[in-house]
């Protein structure tokens, strides 16, 4: 009898239980397609794994001036430098996924992984692709002191003395070490890695001799090559750039399979919603599009590299294998 009297109210409850669980499921869709058709409401933080000057952070700052003005709101870049970009990408990665709190960062993110053995983070499934921003060669430099003409004289050096030569990099697991890693593997000489947290750090070490080389984003040494501070021995790509048209590639220089793109890229949580990745994706492509973002790039040896999310996402996961070849066989261990 109780049962027979206790059935009818809790069939109306489960019912008005279930009608509240609706309702609030679909005003909280509501709310969230509004936020995403509104986006964005309020300044955007690019974070940059590497200090001000550095090729990363160049190319961030020319896309963020353009997007700014795009969006209506401020695009604000935040340096986070340190452990080859791990910092700032952990940050990201743990951030809300709602648009606000963006990564850029450079080649070196597929290398990371493979180097470091306790990541706060899982590079695929916690950060998603929104589009590359530019692809870039680094350009081998070295003191004018030193007196090397070519790459010739400087592995001729280093097989002299071997392990005595040390380079600079802009972090361990980033671009730039990599590039060095993969030039030092295939001409067959040892030198002594120095990390620095940024590439003008790197630079100034160069320029005073306290680092014998360095392979360092051409957006950042074009200066100091043209005002006689550094030398240019070659280019990383496997053409010439047309910025430095008289400095030959390292394939050229007689170390094959050496030569290195360095890409910088775009990523976000990867729980951030489908449309406002598209947002980002298509205001990227916008300002990637437009003439003196062009030019300003073209006059750092950069150039636009677009990509859909989708494809980077995959080009990410082929850069990380590749990545990982080179750290098992340099031997890389990140702390």
């Known amino acids: 009898m109780f049962c027979k009297y206790l059935i009818g109210p809790i069939k109306g409850l489960n019912t008005l239980v279930l009608g509240i669980g609706l309702g609030l499921g679909f005003a909280m869709a509501l709310g969230s397609a509004h936020a995403q058709n509104t ?125 005595q030569l040390n380079y600079a990099s802009a972090g361990m697991g980033s671009a730039t070490h990599l590039n060095a890693e993969k030039f030092k593997l ?39 090559i043209k005002d006689g501070k550094l030398q240019a021995l070659a280019v990383s790509t496997a053409q010439r750039s047309a910025t430095l048209p008289q400095v030959p590639t390292t394939l050229e220089a007689g170390v094959a399979g050496s030569d290195y793109v360095f890409w ?20 990227v492509i916008k300002a990637l599009a437009q003439a003196d973002v062009k030019d300003k790039l073209n006059r750092l040896g950069a150039e636009p590299m677009p990509m859909t999310p989708e494809a980077f996402n995959a080009f990410i996961k082929s850069e990380m294998d590749s990545a990982a070849k080179i750290a098992k066989a340099a031997g890389l261990k990140g702390s």
Do not use: C
């Not at 910088?264 to 205001?283: F, N, Q, W, Y």
């Open 264 to 283: 910088v890229g775009m990523l976000v949580p990867s729980a951030t919603p489908a449309p406002i990745v598209k947002r980002l994706h298509d205001e």
């Open 186 to 224: 295939q001409a067959a000489i040892d030198a002594v890695h120095v990390p620095f947290k940024g590439t003008p750090e790197a630079l100034s070490d160069v320029i005073g001799g306290r680092n014998d080389w360095f392979f360092a984003p051409l957006s950042s040494a074009l200066p100091l």
């Open 39 to 163: 986006y964005p409401t309020k300044p955007i933080r690019f974070f940059v794994p590497f200090t001000a000057g550095s090729g990363t952070d160049i190319v961030a700052r020319t896309v963020a001036d353009v997007m700014s003005k795009s969006l209506g709101q401020p695009v604000l870049i935040e340096n986070r430098p340190g452990a080859g970009g791990t910092i700032a990408a952990s940050q990201v990665a743990k951030s809300d996924p709602d648009g606000y709190t963006i990564l850029v960062h450079s080649s070196g993110h597929a290398l990371n992984p493979s180097i470091y053995p306790n990541l706060p983070y899982d590079t695929v499934k916690d950060l998603s692709g929104v589009t590359p921003l530019a692809a870039l060669p680094n350009v081998l430099v070295v003191s004018p002191a030193r007196g090397w003409k070519g790459v010739g004289d400087l592995i001729a050096a280093a097989k002299a003395s071997p392990g």
